[in-house]
């Protein structure tokens, strides 16, 4: 899993913010861009344009202001095969860790993108640990937990429904689906510095 990869990386046919359109779901709102790695296998990366990272970011502090809605969740990935997510991850503004590319191979979902995280999603915990260093904190919690020889791993996110309807899989913090949205909020308005943001964070992780 790259953080943020360096190779020419496809992008979504551009939807209008006007469209009724779900914007980050589904496969077939995407154009791909296909690279032959083997004689038989073709790696796909489905990936967000730069106009949505601000879209992102805006969604998580309009949640907070009851003007988009969005779910906390937590998914198991089996990373037992590859070792790896199989997704691409961002840091954008305000230490906003969102998921920027799904890696494909021979059509077939990826780990991350197989236990339900989606393009867009943010990112605030792995194994329940909060993502203070963004990228940095989930590239070395994955490393540590491949090294001791884990086959699975619990990423913890925020999925905005106006960007992505796509059902939750895994577990749902039940009604704390504003509890992040408002650490990241407080943070904003300097209500809560950067150190009580994931303080807060951590004790709903724990």
């Given at each position: 899993?790259?953080?943020?990869?360096?190779?020419?990386?496809?992008?979504?046919?551009?939807i209008p913010s006007d469209s009724l359109e779900d914007p980050l779901s589904h496969a077939s709102e995407v154009?791909?861009?296909?690279?032959?790695?083997?004689?038989?296998?073709?790696?796909?990366?489905?990936?967000?344009?730069?106009?949505?990272?601000?879209?992102i970011v805006a969604s998580l502090y309009n949640a907070a202001?009851?003007?988009?809605?969005?779910?906390?969740?937590?998914?198991?990935?089996?990373?037992?095969?590859?070792?790896?997510?199989?997704?691409?991850?961002?840091?954008?503004?305000?230490?906003?860790?969102?998921?920027?590319?799904?890696?494909?191979?021979?059509?077939?979902?990826?780990?991350?993108?197989?236990?339900?995280?989606?393009?867009?999603?943010?990112?605030?915990?792995?194994?329940?640990?909060?993502?203070?260093?963004?990228?940095?904190?989930?590239?070395?919690?994955?490393?540590?937990?491949?090294?001791?020889?884990?086959?699975?791993?619990?990423?913890?996110?925020?999925?905005?429904?106006?960007?992505?309807?796509?059902?939750?899989?895994?577990?749902?913090?039940?009604?704390?689906?504003?509890?992040?949205?408002?650490?990241?909020?407080?943070?904003?308005?300097?209500?809560?510095?950067?150190?009580?943001?994931?303080?807060?964070?951590?004790?709903?992780?724990?």
């Open positions: 899993m790259k953080a943020f990869p360096s190779t020419s990386v496809p992008v979504r046919s551009k154009d791909y861009d296909t690279t032959t790695i083997a004689q038989s296998s073709v790696v796909e990366n489905l990936a967000i344009k730069k106009a949505d990272e601000i879209r202001r009851k003007q988009t809605t969005g779910s906390i969740y937590s998914v198991i990935v089996d990373i037992s095969e590859t070792g790896t997510l199989s997704i691409g991850v961002k840091d954008l503004k305000e230490n906003v860790l969102a998921v920027s590319m799904l890696k494909r191979l021979d059509t077939r979902p990826g780990p991350g993108e197989a236990a339900g995280i989606r393009l867009g999603d943010i990112i605030f915990g792995i194994n329940f640990i909060p993502t203070r260093n963004g990228s940095q904190t989930l590239i070395e919690v994955l490393k540590s937990e491949v090294k001791r020889g884990k086959k699975h791993i619990h990423i913890q996110g925020w999925r905005c429904m106006q960007l992505c309807s796509d059902e939750i899989s895994g577990f749902r913090f039940t009604r704390a689906d504003e509890v992040i949205v408002q650490a990241y909020a407080l943070f904003r308005s300097k209500v809560f510095s950067n150190w009580e943001r994931w303080n807060f964070i951590e004790i709903l992780l724990g």
